[in-house]
């Protein structure tokens, strides 16, 4: 069991940490497998599924965190999430309070009431932006213009006082950060159909998308003190960029080159 793996080894390095469990509530958009309490604007008679039943997956979240594991569970449709924040409630209530950092993966579409949940439980917001910027172009076709008010709803949650932690999903989308930083500020979608950006009231600011890339991600992974901020003392991982991101039109922040990167303090890559 990974628990007993990690009591006599410890939870990896830097590089490769152990400790985290990913589960799964719901399928995706795309194959109309995300779990909605109302059906698909485009098929009326579908509503999406569990991949795990709710008692299952509430007894292992339950087991789990009991040994001391973090989860991170994958939930994107509304019913889907709004059923993890009912299991992560009801396994913090029972649990005993502790320093657990629950994860929610992808945090797709939102049913408005849930949102100021995450800040009350203290579930963490982990998302991936590029994902809106990609699905944007097609997913109001698939929940219906309502519906995407609150997906991918980065403005909402931050303005609620959610921890947002953004990654890449890789592979399922390229792991760049620049992209998804571009995609949570600009939200113009992969075919340029929504220049002003696709539901521009979810967009956020450069320092905000910075932020859930780097200190918020180290804090969804207990790595805090050793990542995410440049101070003395930490692990020294950066880049050196050839434009200011905070200073330039947002349009442009995907073409920026990196010129130099620094892992650990060594430089490990150099733009020739
Ligand atoms: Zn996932």
Redesign the pocket.
């Known amino acids: 069991m990974l628990a007993n793996k990690i009591e006599k080894e410890g939870k990896g390095d830097h590089w490769v940490k152990i400790g985290v469990l990913?589960g799964?509530v719901d399928g995706s958009l795309g194959s109309h497998t995300a779990a909605f309490f109302e059906p698909f604007t485009d098929a009326p008679t579908e509503s999406g599924l569990f991949v795990n039943s709710e008692e299952e997956l509430y007894q292992w979240v339950s087991d789990a965190d009991k040994a001391g594991l973090q989860l991170a569970i994958?939930a994107?449709g509304d019913k889907a999430i709004h059923t993890l924040l009912n299991i992560y409630e009801r396994v913090g209530n029972e649990n005993g309070t502790k320093d657990r950092r629950f994860r929610m993966?992808?945090v797709q579409h939102l049913d408005a009431k849930d949102i100021p949940r995450f800040k009350e439980l203290r579930v963490i917001a982990s998302m991936q932006p590029y994902h809106a910027i990609d699905d944007g172009r097609w997913a109001a076709r698939v929940i219906g213009p309502e519906r995407i008010k609150t997906t991918y709803a980065f403005r909402s949650l931050l303005d609620a006082g959610t921890a947002v932690a953004f990654g890449s999903?890789w592979f399922?989308a390229p792991p760049t950060p620049l992209e998804g930083i571009y995609g949570a500020v600009t939200r113009r979608t992969l075919d340029n159909a929504n220049p002003e950006g696709w539901v521009p009231e979810q967009k956020i600011t450069v320092e905000e998308a910075l932020k859930a890339y780097t200190s918020q991600a180290a804090y969804a992974s207990f790595d805090e003190s050793i990542k995410g901020t440049l101070k003395v003392g930490m692990l020294a991982d950066f880049v050196i960029m050839d434009q200011n991101l905070l200073e330039i039109d947002p349009v442009l922040i995907k073409d920026t080159k990196i010129i130099q990167t620094v892992v650990g303090g060594n430089v490990v890559y150099e733009r020739k």
């Open positions: 990913k799964f994958h994107i993966e992808h999903d399922v």
